[in-house]
T-cell receptor, first 115, second 112 residues
Framework: AQTVTQSQPEMSVQEAETVTLSCTYD???????LFWYKQPPSRQMILVIR??????QNATENRFSVNFQKAAKSFSLKISDSQLGDTAMYFC????????????FGKGTRLHILP | NAGVTQTPKFRVLKTGQSMTLLCAQD?????MYWYRQDPGMGLRLIHY???????AKGEVPDGYNVSRLKKQNFLLGLESAAPSQTSVYFC???????????FGSGTQLSVL
């Protein structure tokens, strides 16, 4: 069974610093997608970034970027110039294409941005 | 566009009672999912559907049933609620499997 592991339950950083959230996954498949979702205190889930496994280039969305290491099965999220509005729960998610259509989430990392 | 709408937003049940959570999406999405979110456990997939008339089990399906009679609606049923089903329930949908999920705002369910 595919699994997603987020090893950092909680993190705190000062505003304007850079922070990296880790995510590892386990699969023997070759064709899959990886996601990072953000859940602020409002509870609304928001897609932060998406990565196709067949692409070597790391995905980037403004201040958010990923470090995708396929051989190591690692998919970390880097937030640059962190802002107070980045305070949220962050979930890593994983999906295998053309198999069982499920999107599996990790347990999440609670990120606090301190003023 | 309303997006994904979940009803109700809050509910308190007694052990053994039944209820149905409704998820409605107006984006013509094929894929719909029910997740539960518990502290320290992240989001766990209960059931999902890849199209009208189809359903499949996720990671934690026991104690729940689902139906997708209409493409836009995905119902989650609890036949005999248990305290272990106290949770926040999220519905999500997507058009393509690899595209982002659109989430509802969640249902806070407490079973006493």
């Amino acid at each position: 069974a595919q699994t997603v592991t987020q090893s950092q339950p909680e993190m705190s950083v000062q505003e304007a610093e850079t922070v990296t959230l880790s995510c590892t996954y386990d699969t023997s498949e070759n064709n899959y997608y990886l996601f990072w979702y953000k859940q602020p205190p409002s509870r609304q889930m928001i897609l932060v970034i998406r990565q196709e496994a067949y692409k070597q280039q790391n995905a980037t969305e403004n201040r958010f970027s990923v470090n995708f290491q396929k051989a190591a099965k690692s998919f970390s999220l880097k937030i640059s110039d962190s802002q107070l509005g980045d305070t949220a729960m962050y979930f890593c998610a994983f999906m295998i294409m053309n198999r069982d259509d499920k999107i599996i989430f990790g347990k999440g990392t609670r990120l606090h941005i301190l003023p | 566009n309303a997006g994904v709408t979940q009803t109700p937003k809050f509910r308190v049940l007694k052990t053994g009672q039944s209820m149905t959570l409704l998820c409605a999406q107006d984006m013509n999405h094929e894929y719909m999912y029910w997740y539960r979110q518990d502290p320290g456990m992240g989001l766990r997939l209960i059931h999902y559907s890849v199209g009208e008339g189809t359903t499949a089990k996720g990671e934690v399906p026991d104690g729940y049933n689902v139906s997708r009679l209409k493409k836009q609606n995905f119902l989650l049923g609890l036949e005999s609620a248990a305290p272990s089903q106290t949770s926040v329930y999220f519905c999500a949908s997507s058009y393509f499997l690899s595209e982002k999920l659109f989430f509802g705002s969640g249902t806070q369910l407490s079973v006493l």
